[in-house]
């Protein structure tokens, strides 16, 4: 929630730096960069979330965590670069969807040791 709260006032501070109000959403490529980095976060969060949880219950907390931390720092890495150029947001993508299919492996291997 800390992350997705300082995604959102980075876009505040966009707004104001560069004179955009809500909810004009086109602007500035800066702002533009910085708005669309924060949806993207905001987008996949539910998908995260829900596979944390899971993995975590049915799987290995330890391990869970671990790729739960790994997951939030390269969505960071992916807002920064983003915010600076469009390009700078392919590789820290790739990495958090690849932590995604982890966790995805993760969960589903939790629930069919669980349930068979």
Do not use: D
């Not at 915010?83 to 069919?112: D, F, I, N």
């Amino acid at each position: 929630v800390l992350f997705l709260a300082y995604f959102a006032m980075q876009v505040v501070y966009a707004r104001r730096k560069y004179k955009i109000s809500p909810p004009e959403t086109t602007g500035h490529p800066e702002f533009e960069r910085t708005f669309r980095a924060q949806a993207n976060c905001s987008e996949y969060f539910p998908i995260f979330i829900s596979l944390l949880w899971v993995a975590g219950i049915f799987f290995h907390q330890g391990v869970t965590a671990a790729c739960g931390l790994l997951y939030l720092y390269t969505r960071l890495k992916y807002f920064q670069g983003y915010t600076e150029a469009a390009q700078g947001r392919l590789a820290p993508l790739y990495a958090s969807a690849w932590v995604l299919w982890l966790l995805l492996g993760l969960a589903l291997t939790g629930l069919l040791e669980h349930f068979l």
